[in-house]
C-alpha cells in the first residue's frame, strides 16, 4: 500500500503566499509522477501542476507564473509554492502520486491524498 500524506494550506489574503507538502511513503519501486490537482465548489476537479521525470513540470494555464511544482529533499516529495493567490484559487488541494509498486510489474497506480483546504479572502 502507499499513503499519501499533504501538509500546508490554510487561510490567506489575496496576493499573499502558501506552501503545500506531499509525501508519498509505503510500497514504490518508482515514482512516475506527482502532481496537485484542486476542486472547488461546484466544481470538477482539475489538474493543477505536475511533476515527472519524463515530461518534466506542466501547469494549469491559470496557475502559470504564480505557483511552482518542484521535488523536496527528501524522496518521494513535492512541495507547491503558490505566490499572488486569488480568491478563485481557494479549493480543496489534492496530492496525487502515480506509483510503481513493484520492479516486476510494470504498472503504476495513483494514490490520492485527504485534501487540504485553501482559502483566498479579499
Known amino acids: 500500500q502507499v499513503q499519501v500524506v499533504e501538509s500546508g494550506g490554510g487561510l490567506v489574503q489575496a496576493g499573499g503566499s502558501l506552501r503545500l507538502s506531499c509525501a508519498a511513503s509505503?510500497?514504490?519501486?518508482?515514482?512516475?509522477?506527482m502532481g496537485w490537482y484542486r476542486q472547488a465548489p461546484g466544481k470538477q476537479r482539475e489538474l493543477v501542476a505536475s511533476?515527472?521525470?519524463?515530461?518534466?513540470?506542466n501547469y494549469a494555464d491559470s496557475v502559470k507564473g504564480r505557483f511552482t511544482i518542484a521535488r523536496g529533499d527528501a524522496k518521494n516529495t513535492v512541495y507547491l509554492q503558490m505566490n499572488s493567490l486569488r480568491s478563485d484559487d481557494t479549493a480543496v488541494y489534492y496530492c496525487?502520486?502515480?506509483?510503481?509498486?513493484?520492479?516486476?510489474?510494470?504498472?503504476?497506480?495513483?494514490?490520492w491524498g485527504q485534501g487540504s483546504q485553501v482559502t483566498v479572502s479579499t
Open positions: 509505503g510500497i514504490i519501486f518508482s515514482m512516475n509522477a
Open positions: 496525487a502520486a502515480d506509483v510503481r509498486p513493484m520492479e516486476t510489474r510494470p504498472v503504476a497506480y495513483r494514490y
Open positions: 511533476l515527472s521525470g519524463t515530461y518534466g513540470t
